[in-house]
């Protein structure tokens, strides 16, 4: 009954090569959002999510793309992987209002060979 | 440049110790966030403040919200091997539309011995 799910939680890929990254939720919430976690850099946000279809750049959206076609699901994809996108990778779900209650996912450890 | 301005970075102390962790910034916050985070997992939140001046209070740990909505500090009264972690501060930015983005202080790995 986690209410989000990430997958997969270890990947090593080589560089060149596209990768998906799956965010699964079972909360109904509108809003999700990728970071990537580096030391010394805290989080990171890659892009977001308000709705179906509906998505924004964060800071650091380069090399990364992101689609959701269901509430439920949001994908991140790095379209050739590099070196520098080796991190960890958190998705995070949303409450709406003043007060956003965020819940985050236990992460993909993502490596680039 | 970091946004928000987390200190310090890393925190080393005994058990039964009290410490207080900064979190800083130029710019102002409609809210403000505190999470901790364990190895291999994605953080947890800890608390929201959301008023200019508010404290809030979590057993142990004290939370608070400056006045210009600027800045916060958590502080851990009598801390525990329990309390090891790493704590990030989070907010998001006054004014326009945020969609709740959050951003991210550097952290703080705090190790409480016993």
């Known amino acids: 009954d986690a209410g989000i799910t990430q997958s997969p939680r270890h990947k090593v890929t080589e560089t060149g090569t596209p990768v998906t990254l799956r965010c699964h939720q079972t909360e109904n919430h509108r809003y999700m959002y990728w970071y990537r976690q580096d030391p010394g850099h805290g989080l990171r946000l890659i892009h977001y999510s308000y709705g179906v279809k509906d998505t924004d750049k964060g800071e650091v959206s380069d090399g990364y793309s992101v689609s959701r076609s269901k509430t439920e699901d949001f994908l991140l994809t790095l379209e050739s992987a590099t070196s520098s996108q080796t991190s960890v990778y958190f998705c995070?779900?949303?409450?709406?209002?003043?007060?956003?209650?965020?819940?985050f996912g236990s992460g993909t450890r993502l490596t680039v060979v | 440049t970091q946004l928000l301005e987390q200190s310090p970075q890393f925190l080393s102390i005994q058990e039964g110790e009290n410490l207080t962790v900064y979190c800083n910034s130029s710019s102002v916050f409609s809210s403000l966030q505190w999470y901790r985070q364990e190895p291999g997992e994605g953080p947890v939140l800890l608390v929201t403040v959301v008023t200019g001046g508010e404290v809030k209070k979590l057993k142990r740990l004290t939370f608070q919200f400056g006045d210009a909505r600027k800045d916060s500090s958590l502080h851990i009264t009598a801390a525990q091997p329990g309390d090891t972690g790493l704590y990030l501060c989070a907010g998001i930015l006054a004014g326009g539309t945020s969609y709740g983005k959050l951003t991210f202080g550097q952290g703080t790995i705090l190790t409480v011995h016993p």
């Open positions: 995070a779900i949303s409450t709406e209002g003043r007060v956003y209650g965020y819940t």
